[in-house]
T-cell receptor, first 113, second 113 residues
Framework: AQKITQTQPGMFVQEKEAVTLDCTYD???????LFWYKQPSSGEMIFLIY????DQQNATEGRYSLNFQKARKSANLVISASQLGDSAMYFC??????????WGAGTKLIIKP | DVKVTQSSRYLVKRTGEKVFLECVQD?????MFWYRQDPGLGLRLIYF???????EKGDIPEGYSVSREKKERFSLILESASTNQTSMYLC????????????FGPGTRLTVL
């Protein structure tokens, strides 16, 4: 069965440090997509970054990059130079062939000043 | 910008009431989704629709029904609300294939007393 695992329920990081949020996935489908979303305390879900299973390069979007290790089935999100506004819940998700996203349980990230 | 709106941010209902949650998107997206979000469980898909009048069950459809009479509108119905349906409900939409990001509404926090 397809599954997303986020093993870090919560993390504290000092402002301006880089942070890595872990995500591992399980699928037997050779074609899939991996997403990261941010959910601030206000509740809205904000799309951050996407990686396709056939993409050769790791995806990057500004301060966000996705460390995609296909053989290990991991898709960690790296945030460089963290800011106070990065404090939020972060969700990893995987698309399957049925229009659905399978979601991890999320990681609560707190940036300390 | 894509906009997904939900009819209420907060809703309080009594056990046994019929509850309607409405979602509207303005970007002509084919796909629309209803999730519920509970702490520690991530997002769980209730129903989704990939076309007008089409609907598919997600992971937890029991106790819910949906309606999609127009492309821009996707309604979630709790036929007889129960206390275990107290949750945050998120609507999302996307276009095309499963590898496209989903755009989310602000969420409805439903409390059933």
């Amino acid at each position: 069965a397809q599954k997303i695992t986020q093993t870090q329920p919560g993390m504290f990081v000092q402002e301006k440090e880089a942070v890595t949020l872990d995500c591992t996935y399980d699928t037997s489908d050779p074609s899939y997509g991996l997403f990261w979303y941010k959910q601030p305390s206000s509740g809205e879900m904000i799309f951050l970054i996407y990686q396709g299973s056939y993409d050769q390069q790791n995806a990057t979007e500004g301060r966000y990059s996705l460390n995609f290790q296909k053989a290990r089935k991991s898709a960690n999100l790296v945030i460089s130079a963290s800011q106070l506004g990065d404090s939020a819940m972060y969700f990893c998700a995987m698309s399957d062939s049925n229009y659905q996203l399978i979601w991890g349980a999320g990681t609560k990230l707190i940036i300390k000043p | 910008d894509v906009k997904v709106t939900q009819s209420s941010r907060y809703l309080v209902k009594r056990t046994g009431e019929k509850v309607f949650l409405e979602c509207v998107q303005d970007m002509d997206h084919e796909n629309m989704f209803w999730y519920r979000q509970d702490p520690g469980l991530g997002l769980r898909l209730i129903y989704f629709s990939y076309d007008v009048k089409m609907k598919e069950k997600g992971d937890i459809p029991e106790g819910y029904s949906v309606s999609r009479e127009k492309k821009e509108r996707f309604s979630l119905i709790l036929e007889s609300a129960s206390t275990n349906q107290t949750s945050m409900y998120l609507c999302a939409s996307s276009y095309g294939t499963t590898y496209n990001e989903q755009f989310f509404g602000p969420g409805t926090r439903l409390t059933v007393l």
